[in-house]
């Protein structure tokens, strides 16, 4: 029993991985007869070609196509190293007590977006707003760390459902590897830390926040001390956490093998990413000793070796 309570954190973050996986696929299958229901045709992604940079791109099956930036290794990595730079910029110059509100409501707004995308798949146009409105000014006021959880894993659902239909499974998982990569310096060079004590300030962490005890799940993000994310030791604290990036990522590079390859080369890939997740717990705890643990890298090298089982390799 002691050994459950010790790891619950863990068992309690591969669940959320799960839930949000086999939910992501739920929506993936929803999305393709929704469209068509609109009349509306969304771009076939080419199933097994790495795309670098916008370009006209001949497929294995030799058809020609124009692939856009937001399908392409280069941009999109581009961008998210130029948005990393520029919100650590931002936290530097500007302090967090003046940013909070701002925050708050960029919050919001990804998470009522994450609630319109995936309830809206479903239920008339004004039940969705209704709904995605109330979860989104719900979480402004209350803030409490079940609501929170909650409107991160819808918007990581939508986020992993909308982009994966649009990157070709090669292209996702060489931009995952460079992120990975990212990641592993950030964290160990300390930007990633001081951008998650910045973010914790404010009581605005874009990660899942996991109580070590029931009734956690019923307080406030600040009752949860996630304010004083670097002043409490691990060992300490009533709380932990759990990216919301790694959670993204996985369900990005699901939805793309679902959208290329189907159901099960998807769940494949899926049950090796939550591996990785594992496997970067059981890092932490056996040689890093409570410290920091970037979960990207042990997640996207998982992938890669789902993928490759799943797609084979892919043609440059």
């Known amino acids: 029993m002691k050994e459950i309570k010790k790891f619950r954190h863990v068992y309690l973050s591969l669940l959320i991985l799960v839930l949000a996986q086999a939910l992501a696929l739920i929506v993936a299958a929803r999305e393709d007869p929704f469209l068509a229901s609109k009349n509306f ?21 030799g058809e020609v196509i124009q692939v856009p930036a937001h399908s ?73 760390v079940w609501l929170h959880n909650l409107a ?48 914790s300030e404010s009581d605005n962490l874009p990660a899942f926040i996991i109580p070590h005890t029931i009734s956690g799940w019923g307080s406030s993000l600040r009752e949860a001390d996630v304010h004083k994310l670097t002043e409490i030791s691990p060992s300490e604290r009533s709380y932990s956490i759990l990216g919301g990036g790694d959670v993204g990522f996985a369900l990005l590079i699901e939805c793309s093998v ?38 990207l890298p042990p997640i996207a090298v998982l992938s890669l070796i789902g993928l490759i089982i799943a797609v084979g390799l892919p043609a440059f």
């Open 152 to 199: 991160m894993l819808l918007a990581m659902v939508a986020m992993g459902a909308v982009f994966g239909h649009l990157i070709a499974p090669w292209t996702m998982m060489l931009i995952i590897l460079a992120i990975a990569v990212y990641d592993f310096l950030a964290v160990r060079f300390g930007y990633m830390v001081w951008m998650a004590e910045k973010l």
């Open 72 to 144: 392409s290794f280069g941009p999109i990595v581009i961008y998210f190293l130029v948005a990393a730079l520029v919100i650590g910029g931002v936290l530097f110059l500007i302090p967090v007590s003046k940013l909070t509100l701002l925050l708050r409501v960029i919050f919001t707004l990804l998470f009522g977006w994450g609630a319109l995308i995936i309830f809206g798949l479903w239920l008339p146009l004004v039940v969705t707003l209704i709904i995605a409105a109330a979860l989104a000014i719900g979480w402004f006021f209350v803030h409490r």
């Open 41 to 61: 045709q969304a771009p076939v992604q080419p199933p097994n070609v790495v795309i670098i940079w916008p370009q006209p791109v001949t497929t294995p099956s």
């Open 258 to 295: 679902y959208f290329a390859r189907g159901l099960n080369s998807a769940i494949l890939v899926a049950l090796f990413s939550l591996v990785g997740l594992a496997s970067a717990y059981w890092i932490q705890a056996a040689f890093l000793k409570g410290r920091p643990m970037p979960a």
